[in-house]
Every structure is written in C-alpha cells, then in structure tokens.
C-alpha cells in the first residue's frame, strides 16, 4: 500500500513540472499585453485566441458564424461535389408529384422528381434520424427536420420535389421550430433562445432563410425580433446566481442590469454568466408584467425607480419574494406586444425588453 | 489606474502563468488549447480586476477563471464530436525529463472522467487545499473529499499501481 501511495506521490510530482517553455511564455504575454493595450486604445479586443474566436458570447455572433458557414458551405459545395452539385437523386427513376413548377434542368444532367420515400432512403444512407416531414404543396417541396443526435441542435432542409435538389436551410446552432413558410425562397423559423454551442439561452426570436432564387442555396440567415402578446408567458436564462443592479427605461423598453454577487466575481470575468433565470408573466386581470429573477438578490436603490416611465410602463416596482427578485412593470394601457434581449457584450449583462402596440413590421 | 492594474496582472502571470498552463494542459490535453486558455485567463482576469474583492486567494481566483472557460472548450468539443486522440506531450522543466512515464501518467489522468480530474489535478497537481478545490469548483468538502477518494482509486487502477478500491480509513490517512 505504501509502495503504491509513494508511486502516486511521484505521479503527481511528475505531472507539476508541466511549465510553459521560456519562449512561449513572453509569447503569451506579449499577446495578453497587447490586448489589454488594444483594449485601452480603441475598446476592440485583438489577439483573439483561435478557440476564443471560434466561440460565441451572443447570439448575434453565433448569427455572423452561422451566416458564414452556410455561405461558405453553399458556395463551395458546387463546385466539390461533382457537376451534379447537389442534385442527389439525378439517377432515381422518374416517380411521384410533378407540379406546375417543374423546371427542366436537362442543362444541369438529369433531374427527376422524387418521393416522400426517396427522402427516407437519403436520411437512413446518412445515418439520420428524421423528426418531420413538413409539406409545403404550394411550391411543391417538403421541409424535413432531422437529428444528428440528442445533444446537438436539428438541421432543416429544404426539398423541391420536382428536382430532387436539397438545400440546407438553417440549423445547428440554433434550437428551433419551422414558424411560418413565406415563400420557395424565404422560411421564417422561431428560435427557442437555446444554442447547442452555449450555456446561454436567450429570450426566443426569429431567424430568417432567404435565397435569392429558386436555383440558389440559402445564403441569406437573418435574426430578427420575435414579439408576443403581453398574455404570453416567456422563460429564459441561465440560472447563474447574481445580483439586480440596475434598472432604466428607454423611450420603448426598460432594460435591467446584473453584478456579480459576493464570491461569483470570477464567473463574471470568465464572462460564463449571461441574465438569471428569468420568467416573465401577465397577472390575470391586471394590467402588470410580473418579471421573476431565479436565485437574484437586490443590489441598488428603490429610490431609482421614483418616476421611471415611458410610453408603455407607468411604473416599476421591485420587489425580493425568498431566493427571487420579482420587478413588476405596471402597463400602459396600449401596451400589446413585448420582445427582449440580452447583451453579453460588456462586463455586466442586461436584458432588456421592448414593447409596442402593434408587432412592427422589418 | 488601468497601468496599476496592468501590473498587477503581470505579477499574477509571472507567478501564476505554470499553474494555470498545467491546469489546462492537463484537462484538456492540448497545448495549443492550453496556450489559449494561458492567454485568455489573464486578459479576463485583468478585466476583472476592478470586481476583485480579495475573498479568495489570486491564485483560486484565476483558477476559477480557467475553470469557466476550460469548461467551455470542453462542451465545443464534445458538440464537435472532438476527441482527445491528438496526444503531443508537454513541455516540462526538468533537464532530461523522464518523458515514457510522464506520457503514462498522464495518458491515466487523460483518461479519468472530467469530475474526476478535475479535482486530481486542483488537489494533487496544483496542490490546493480542499477548501480551495471546493470553492473553484462551487462544491461541498464533503463531495470533493470523496471525489478525490474515487479520483486517486481510479487513477491507481489505470497506472496498476495497486488495489483498485481503497478503504474511506485508508483514504482519510492519506489525506
């Protein structure tokens, strides 16, 4: 037993003379220095670490990746996969719905239209898991949702059936559900506010697949605002523990801020921490929003909040209910919808929420 | 003020910078990785200088930094369906360094699950006390004692230095 602890001992003491070579080491801090200087200078980080530019701290730079990839993918993709592109059942015998959209693509090899059976085949080849079929007979194409595994978010893919051509309409990072089909060029999806690559989940919004054509991939990822009724219940968040700080109105919104709480400073540096755990509900029968903060304390002064106001929100209260937070927003009476967000950006996050009276159109 | 908080994370990084490069090194088995979480802790760190309070040690604080971070690389990883199989033995300071057993260590602590290692390294490498390892990690004594426990076990098993389960007395004697 001895001997064995002895060799586990040598073990660890073998492991703490892992050090940074000499070289590598003034490396790195050139690099740290450089972006502490760049910071000071023009508040724009540089000497990103690869993986740190890889990584998303909001959505709206998940958005800027996904809109890279998807047009990287569609724009390489052509040219890789043979003359064929992505035509993937050009040799399938001619079978099933031929609608008034047909296009003959002879100049493109031979395109056939395909069936429902067709696109299971494709899937099971690929070794996915199909989720839904969602048809879409006015332009004679089907939307199929599948799965690469549990842990990941669905992909979405656009079918003509006429052709057989598949086009990747939007996915993985985004967790999301087919909203509305605009037209054989634009898909409207709703975002949960989850993302397979984060810890952060965001208030739920729209993301947008456009191509500019019936013959073009869908290059064009849009996020844009989702808005509800005000009778509409939203949770979102990550259930961090930290402190309300502060509180402020916009002409159209009121925005909340959050600081670290005693002891959580360096999941606030580590930038690991977005909104609390967050529910937002209507009180029956009055007219108050009732924002509940999971696991928040209370870190500034009710005397903020005299005279807080605009155009939808008469009124702000907060107040501590156990281990929560509760700020309730009493309403205008033309306050109808109501959108949020939350900016990862700086030091400190915030959410913020918008209303209006009616949904504003783009 | 922004130049006295320069300095002070450059002190860190003079004295900190091995700690927390074997930290990632050793959890995440990649030195490219590990130079980015080197880099990356320090520059938050110095952005959060002004919230630091002094509650922990400097030393705690940025291993906690590392910590939320190496986190995240990890769950990239396991989204990619990344795999540890790109093994590039690290530097190490000794002359002549026995490099067979240092890649059979730590091949065995590579292979012990993240939990596991995570407390093995904070306790054994880093050589932080239990409260220490507890309040990087946000857990009770209790479940990093007996973490541990299970971590040294398993870790005995995988280098075959002797029985595979040790007794909770045997345990509290050595700790």
């Known amino acids: 037993m001895m001997n064995s602890r002895r060799k586990l001992d040598n073990a660890s003491n073998e492991l703490t003379k892992i050090a940074l070579p000499p070289i590598k080491r003034n490396q790195l801090w050139d690099a740290i220095e450089r972006r502490i200087d760049g910071d000071g200078a023009t508040g724009i980080q540089q000497d990103m670490p690869v993986s740190e530019q890889r990584s998303h701290r909001s959505t709206w730079g998940q958005f800027a990746a996904a809109i890279a990839a998807v047009a990287v993918l569609c724009a390489f993709l052509p040219t890789l996969i043979h003359h064929r592109q992505l035509w993937v059942f050009t040799h399938t015998p001619a079978m099933g719905r031929s609608g008034p959209h047909h296009q003959d693509n002879t100049s493109r090899g031979s395109v056939h239209s395909i069936t429902i059976d067709d696109i299971k085949q494709y899937y099971r080849n690929k070794h996915l898991k199909i989720l839904a079929i969602v048809p879409s007979p006015a332009y004679h194409a089907e939307i199929v949702e599948s799965s690469v595994d549990s842990t990941s978010a669905n992909d979405f893919d656009w079918w003509d059936m006429n052709t057989g051509k598949v086009e990747l309409l939007a996915g993985r990072p985004f967790y999301m559900s087919i909203h509305q089909v605009i037209s054989a060029n634009e898909v409207l999806f709703l975002a949960t506010g989850r993302n397979s690559e984060s810890p952060f989940v965001d208030f739920p919004y ?20 989702a808005y509800f009724p005000i009778q509409k219940s939203i ?92 700020v309730v927003l009493h309403l205008s009476s033309q306050t109808k919808f109501y959108t949020g967000s939350i900016d990862r950006q700086h030091t400190m996050p915030t959410t913020t929420l918008r209303f209006a009276n009616v949904v504003p159109t783009k | 003020m922004e130049s006295d908080a320069k300095e002070s994370i450059h002190r860190l990084y003079e004295t900190y910078a091995d700690d927390i490069y074997r930290y990632a090194w050793l959890m995440l088995q990649d030195e490219n990785d590990a130079h980015d979480v080197v880099q990356e802790v320090f ?8 919230t630091f309070r002094h509650d922990a040690s400097e030393c705690t604080w940025l291993i906690s930094i590392a910590r939320h971070y190496i986190f995240n690389v990890i769950r ?71 973490t541990d426990l299970r971590a040294l076990s398993k870790l005995r098993g995988e280098l075959s230095l002797g029985k595979e389960v040790q007794t909770y007395d045997e345990f509290k004697a050595q700790t």
């Open chain 1, 235 to 326: 949770m979102f968040g990550d259930g961090k523990v930290e402190a309300l700080s502060h509180i402020s109105v916009t002409s159209d919104g009121v925005t909340m801020g959050y600081s670290p709480i005693r002891g959580q400073e360096a999941n606030f540096a580590a930038d690991s921490t977005g909104a609390p755990k967050t529910t937002i509900s209507k009180i029956s029968g009055k007219n108050e929003l009732v924002i509940t903060l999971n696991n928040t304390t209370q870190n500034f002064s009710q005397s903020q909040l005299y005279g807080m106001r605009n155009a939808f929100v008469q009124s702000i209260t907060v107040q501590s209910t156990g281990s929560d937070v509760q």
């Open chain 2, 43 to 50: 520059y938050r760190a110095f952005k959060g200088w002004p």
């Open chain 2, 76 to 146: 990239k990883r396991q989204n990619a369906g990344q795999l540890l199989s790109a093994y590039s033995p690290p530097q190490l300071v000794d002359e002549q360094p026995d490099v067979e057993n240092s890649i059979v260590i730590e091949k065995a602590v590579a292979n012990l699950k993240e939990n596991y290692r995570q407390v093995f390294v904070l306790r054994h490498v880093q050589d932080l006390s239990v409260s220490e390892t507890a309040k990087i990690l946000g857990w009770s004594h209790g479940k990093v004692r007996i």
């Open chain 1, 206 to 225: 729209y993301i947008d697949a456009r191509r500019p054509n019936a013959n073009s991939p869908f290059v064009d990822t849009n996020l844009q605002a």
